[in-house]
């Protein structure tokens, strides 16, 4: 499966449903851990590693794990595009969200009009053909 674009409307859909699963799997990765930690802090195993300091432990228990979380959602944000070939050839624009519906409507970039997607069946002369 080629990664560039322009690329035909069903691949850029599939790819943008890729998309869309790759954000499930890194909910996961950012929620396994908090609810894993959770657990823990609230059993025999874990408790003894809690600062008794309520700062402290703020600090180990809710800013730490957040930040992972955001962490993660922010680098999958950035990564993830390109991972998937939803990136713009001309601008290098991410087309995720409001993005990837106005490049799936009109088959080009909203950003610097680039065509990234073309029409099967469309002749090669034919507006929107690369």
């Known amino acids: 499966m080629s990664r560039g674009l322009p690329t035909t ?10 998309y869309g699963q790759g954000r499930t799997v890194a909910a ?6 908090l609810l894993v930690l959770y657990v823990f802090s609230h059993t025999k195993y874990l408790r003894p590693y809690v600062p008794d300091s309520k700062g ?3 600090v180990v228990l809710i800013v ?12 999958y944000r950035r990564v993830g595009p390109g991972v998937h070939g939803l990136v713009c050839p001309g601008c ?4 995720v969200d ?8 009109t088959g080009r970039c909203a950003r610097c009009e680039d ?8 002749p090669s002369d034919a507006p929107g053909a690369a």
């Open 9 to 18: 409307a069903l691949e850029f859909a599939t790819r943008h449903r890729a």
């Open 28 to 33: 996961v990765l950012g929620w396994v851990p």
């Open 56 to 58: 402290l432990a703020v």
């Open 64 to 75: 730490i794990p957040m930040t992972w979380l955001l962490g993660i959602a922010w680098a």
């Open 92 to 95: 290098h624009a991410r087309l």
């Open 98 to 105: 409001d993005a990837y519906k106005s490049a799936a409507a």
């Open 115 to 122: 065509t990234v997607v073309v029409d099967v069946g469309a």
